[in-house]
């Protein structure tokens, strides 16, 4: 399919949502029900042509804001307190020439209401009365709003001359910085009045590496966790809605047994009717699982597709996840002043707190494969192993040592 037609009712019915268990990148369009009799749309397979056009326009959106007064805002914390309020201001339908969006409507005309109420029943706090437009528009006025209040609050409206000012005060600050790194292990220095740059340079490094570390893996880590989560929601919810599945399962079992009993039984009993009785039930559940087998097909291949995108992702999480535990033992050696380079973490002393975090994230992993992918994604692990991912102590030494030199490097 190229394009989807949803045709619509006989009568106007209102939120009919159209659920898919998986994106579907495609044009949408509407028939009338008139329309889609002329065209037979409903009684037989059409190939039809689509031609529409749209014509896009470029608005200012508009936020519209209230203040409601209060009888004495001022409490504890000796500033005026307000409580804000808002709804959106603007709507989005599926065909917007024939629902106009009443729904979301009904917020604004609730705020109105609760506004009406606060003017004749004044609160003692103030009230802001927000209506935010482009909610549609990955909530537009929202952002703009909040985005003022915050940079409000945390002063970031500064002249030019302030940002120079505060530019060259970094500028130094580094500069110091720079002096100290330029003596290699800044942790080894012991001179009295370079603890203070020490200090500082720590810190900074520490920063850096948090950094370093959400741009490089963790951001991504956690999208991906995300799209994990959602190939085993899509899998259990296919499977919750099919109960023929575990009907299934049932009769698997049921046919094993069966056929175990049909096994022990010699060859001068098989001529004998308990033999036979066995052998006609054994052919008719075969019958109902063949049957069964027909009516899952399309189950069992939309399943099979969530597995092999789940096992997917799988194999670019764990990577990541062995590359956030690097930046989190550089973290920590920071945070303990301590260099770590190579050849520190080589050290016959360091071996043991390295094979504690590597055996840490291998037993992580196998818990991983048979918590999530037997037993709750159903993958069998003699066909799908994801032990290659396992991670070595001199892995975890070369990972460590080669962001060292990153956080230095920014």
Known sequence: ?????????????????????????????????????????????????????????IFEGRNVIGVIRGTKPVFDEKVDEAILLAAPL????????????????????????????????????????????????????????????????????????ERLEMHQGEQQYIGRIQKVLAWGDIFALKDKQLKSAQSETRTMMRREAKILAADAVRDELQARRMAQYKQKRFYKQLVDETPLLAADEKLRAKLAGLRQRIEAVGEGDRQQQPYKDLKAQQASLQAEAEQNRTRLQPVRKKLEAYQAEFIRLARTVMPLKAEDLSWSQLERGLHKSRLLDKAVLSRPEESPKLESTVNWFNADLEKFQVKQLEKEMGIDRSSVSLDDLKMSVPELIDKVAEKYPLCLAA
């Open 90 to 161: 603007d709507s989005l339908s599926e065909v917007p020439a024939l629902s106009p969006g009443a729904r979301l409507a009904a917020n604004a005309a609730g705020l109105l209401s609760v506004a009406e109420h606060l003017q004749a029943n004044r609160p003692r706090r103030d009230v802001i009365v927000c209506f935010l437009d482009g909610e549609a528009a990955n909530h537009a006025g929202a952002r703009a709003l909040y985005g003022v209040l915050y940079r409000t609050r945390t002063k970031q409206k500064m002249t030019l001359a």
């Open 1 to 57: 399919a190229r394009a989807v037609v949803f045709i619509g009712a006989d009568e106007p019915a209102p939120n009919v949502y159209h659920h898919l268990n998986f994106p579907a990148n495609l044009p949408r369009f509407y028939v009338t029900a008139e329309l889609a009799e002329k065209l037979q749309l409903r009684t037989k397979p059409q190939t039809v042509t689509l031609r529409a056009a749209g014509r896009w326009e």
